[in-house]
C-alpha cells in the first residue's frame, strides 16, 4: 500500500479532483507548503493526511512528506491537476516487483499548454546533463516517481528547493539504482504553475537544478 507525498502551495482548487481519482491501497499524505487558500482544509476535509512544512520549497516539502511516509514504497506527484493520479500503479509497479528502484514518470501533452515551450526546453537541457554526466538514459525529470522510502532516506538529499528532484536522480545513479522511465499524460494544470507558468520560474527552477549538478 504505497504512500503518496503531494507537495501543496495553493492548490484549493485541484485538491478534489487529485483525491477524488487516487487509486485505492494508495495513501494520499498532503504536505502544505504555506497556502493562504485553504489547501490544507480542502484536503484534510476529503480524508488526506495533511502535514505542515513552514520551510518554503518544494525539496523542502517533499522531504518533510518522505519523513511522515510509512509504506514501504512511496510516490511523489504534483498536485494541481496536471497529472493523473490513476496512473500511478504503472509507475509504482516495477518498484515494487523488484525490477527498478527508481521509476519516473516521463510526461506526454494531451493538450496544448500543457508543457510551455519554455519549460519544456529546459527540461530537456537538464536531462540531456543527466545522460551525459550521470550515465541515466532518461528523457524527463518528471515529476510523479515512485521508489523504496528507506532507500530514499539513505540516499541523504540535501537540496530544499527545486534542485531535489534532479539531486534524487543524479544520487540514485551514483548508488548503481537501476532508474526507469514510464510514460504517463500531462494535463493542463489548475492554475498558474510555480515552476513552468512563467519563463522566469523556469529559469530559477534550472538555475537550483544546475547547482545541484555543479
Known amino acids: 500500500m504505497p504512500d503518496v507525498i503531494l507537495p501543496v502551495l495553493d492548490e484549493a482548487r485541484a485538491i478534489p479532483w487529485v483525491l477524488e481519482r487516487m487509486p485505492p491501497g494508495f495513501r494520499p499524505i498532503v504536505v502544505d507548503n504555506g497556502s493562504t487558500d485553504g489547501s490544507a482544509e480542502v484536503a484534510a476535509a476529503l480524508g488526506a493526511r495533511v502535514v505542515t512544512e513552514p520551510r518554503r520549497g518544494f525539496g523542502a516539502a517533499c522531504h518533510a512528506g518522505l519523513l511522515a511516509a510509512r509504506a514501504e514504497v512511496v510516490c511523489f506527484m504534483d498536485c494541481d491537476g496536471s497529472l493523473d493520479p490513476r496512473e500511478l500503479p504503472d ?21 496544448r499548454g500543457a508543457f510551455p515551450i519554455h519549460a519544456r526546453a529546459g527540461n530537456a537541457v537538464l536531462a540531456r546533463a543527466v545522460r551525459r554526466r550521470a550515465g541515466v538514459a532518461i528523457t524527463d525529470l518528471g515529476p510523479m516517481r515512485a521508489a523504496r522510502r528507506t532507500a530514499l532516506l539513505d540516499l541523504g538529499l540535501r537540496d530544499r528547493r527545486f534542485g531535489w528532484p534532479l539531486e534524487m536522480v543524479v544520487r540514485a545513479a ?17 492554475g498558474r504553475s510555480k515552476v513552468t507558468g512563467t519563463v522566469r520560474g523556469t529559469a530559477r527552477t534550472v538555475r537550483d537544478m544546475r547547482k545541484v549538478l555543479a
Open 91 to 111: 509507475v509504482v509497479a516495477p518498484v515494487a516487483g523488484g525490477t527498478a528502484d527508481l521509476v519516473l514518470g516521463a510526461r506526454a501533452p494531451v493538450a
Open 174 to 190: 551514483a548508488a548503481g539504482w537501476r532508474i526507469e522511465e514510464r510514460p504517463v499524460a500531462y494535463l493542463p494544470r489548475v
